[in-house]
């Protein structure tokens, strides 16, 4: 007797009592909008630049972990630029992960159980930022993701 049950993205095929496990790289159940939530920003810091080029300048810095089981080739992520009320007073949009949408080389697919981080001495520069934004004040949230076919 052969049954199949899946479990987040694992297969368990059961045959003669062994279960056997086979990993799924995009489960069905799960869309772009809700696999978002198996993707978390971390250790997100804001600051200004103190070298070279980004002296002055608005900084951004954070991590993202995939703590689900699907791959994923482009992420969006928005970071909202905060006054000293909580109030946005800007925005930008950040790829991080991305297939050739921006300048640059390609970022490699951030697969499950990865964490895609910049070195520890790069950081976006985000340019406009207005003057009432409050320095370190920031929030970010993963806005747009897909999969990787």
């Known amino acids: 007797m052969k049954r199949i049950l899946m479990i987040t993205g694992t297969i368990l095929v059961v045959l003669s009592g062994v279960v056997y496990a086979m990993q799924r790289d995009n489960p069905a159940p799960y869309s772009a909008e809700?696999?978002?939530?198996?993707?978390?920003?971390?250790?997100?810091?804001?600051?200004?630049?103190?070298?070279?080029?980004?002296t002055g300048m608005p900084i951004v810095w954070f991590k993202?972990?995939?703590?689900?089981?699907?791959?994923?080739?482009?992420?969006?992520?928005?970071?909202?630029?905060?006054?000293?009320?909580?109030?946005?007073?800007?925005?930008?949009?950040?790829h991080p992960v991305h297939q050739g949408r921006e300048s640059g080389e390609p970022v490699q697919p951030l697969g499950p159980n990865e964490v895609w981080q910049m070195s520890a001495i790069r950081y976006y520069i985000v340019r406009q930022v207005p003057h009432t934004w409050q320095l370190g004040n920031v929030r970010a949230k993963i806005t747009e993701i897909e999969f990787k076919t």
């Open 34 to 54: 809700e696999y978002i939530q198996f993707l978390t920003i971390e250790e997100l810091y804001a600051g200004r630049g103190n070298v070279g080029e980004t």
């Open 64 to 94: 993202v972990r995939n703590n689900g089981v699907s791959t994923i080739e482009h992420i969006q992520v928005t970071v909202e630029f905060l006054n000293d009320e909580n109030q946005v007073v800007f925005e930008k949009k950040l």
